[in-house]
């Protein structure tokens, strides 16, 4: 079963509240990274209480499991920060266990597809995690129209809430999804991407694929970069690689300049960063070459083809390759 079909998001009763309550510790705890909090003399952190998300008909308590495990919580309420919203999100919790797998954006996209409208969300700009989560998913969410302001204490200060810290506040506007499971859009236009518009599909298809397949490494993408210089120190070869997401190696480019071929540097390279990489975890390396290129080198050493290109480019073979470490 995928991770995405475990992960539930449960309407919390009255009798949820001291387990809510009581998860707000590591909550807190969990923030002291970015926030620089002391720890308390009795051992034990402190939260506000969050008795009256379970009294007032107006906010929401959910608690979020994957599989049967109890994985963090969210609670809803309609508090005004810049202006009128149909929703808030007062708190939003994940434990640790199950952070960077995906859970959170699961969680979050339900939860705006539930609970269409106009949102706000307030982060410590110190909590620079939450910061960074936010505006990965806000801007698929409300399809990049929101608006991100950063407010002072003074700012913040009311009645309501005499003693604020400073936040950044989002504001944006969700809308549900149909029975055709497609989003009730504005008009769109196909656009040149930008560097950030780039980045932002890349990191999302990184979680999605960690949502599917939980990654085995910390790093999802480590560069395995290594050169020859001769006693000039100039680069003769070099070998640039990546490990990726589940330990795997690609090899990207094995190249050593025309004056110093036949003479073991490309398998030098080869071996030490096979050699690298299986010290890392890693247990299968996979590559492409064209015909005009290195096949017979590979093949020499250890691997073997498992597809061919015809007619790239035209008259030509591009052959990907793979061997087990």
């Not at 909590?127 to 990049?144: M, Y």
């Not at 518009?197 to 970069?225: M, P």
């Not at 096979?274 to 064209?290: C, I």
Request: aromatic content about 14%; glycine content about 6%; overall charge negative.
């Amino acid at each position: 079963m995928r991770l995405d079909q475990q992960i539930h998001l449960i309407p919390a009763r009255s009798e949820d509240y001291p387990v809510i309550q009581n998860m707000a510790r590591f909550y807190v705890y969990d923030r002291t990274a970015y926030m620089g909090w002391e720890c308390p003399e009795s051992g034990l952190f402190e939260c506000i209480d969050f008795k009256h998300y379970f009294e007032n008909t107006d906010e929401k308590a959910f608690l979020i499991k994957v599989s049967n495990e109890i994985a963090g919580f969210v609670l809803l309420d309609k508090m005004q920060l810049l202006e009128p919203v149909d929703w808030n999100m007062g708190e939003f919790f994940v434990l640790a266990k199950f952070q960077g797998k995906g859970v959170a954006s699961t969680v979050a996209r339900q939860i705006f597809n539930e609970h269409p409208g106009k949102w706000s969300i307030a982060v410590m700009p110190e909590n620079i995690k939450a910061v960074n989560f936010w505006r990965k998913i806000i801007p698929e969410a409300s399809h990049g129209d929101y608006n991100e302001v950063f407010k002072t204490e003074g700012e913040l200060r009311s009645a309501e809430n005499p003693d604020p810290h400073a936040m950044n506040i989002i504001t944006f506007e969700t809308k549900a999804m149909n029975w055709n499971n497609e989003l009730d859009v504005k008009p769109f236009e196909i656009v040149k991407s930008q560097r950030t518009d780039a980045e932002f599909i890349d990191n999302n298809i990184v979680e999605y694929n960690n949502s599917k397949v939980v990654f085995l490494q910390h790093e999802a993408f480590k560069s395995l970069n290594y050169c020859i210089k001769d006693d000039k120190g100039l680069v003769i070869a070099g070998v640039n690689s990546l490990m990726y997401c589940w330990r795997m190696l690609y090899i990207d480019v094995l190249f050593t300049i025309s004056d110093s071929r036949a003479k073991g540097f490309g398998s030098r390279l080869l071996t030490y960063v096979e050699k690298e990489a299986k010290q890392l975890g890693a247990t299968l390396a996979h590559l492409d070459t064209f015909d005009f290129q290195a096949k017979d080198f590979y093949i020499k050493h250890g691997y073997e083809v498992f597809g061919v290109l015809d007619d790239c480019p035209q008259g030509h073979k591009r052959y990907y390759m793979k061997k087990a470490l």
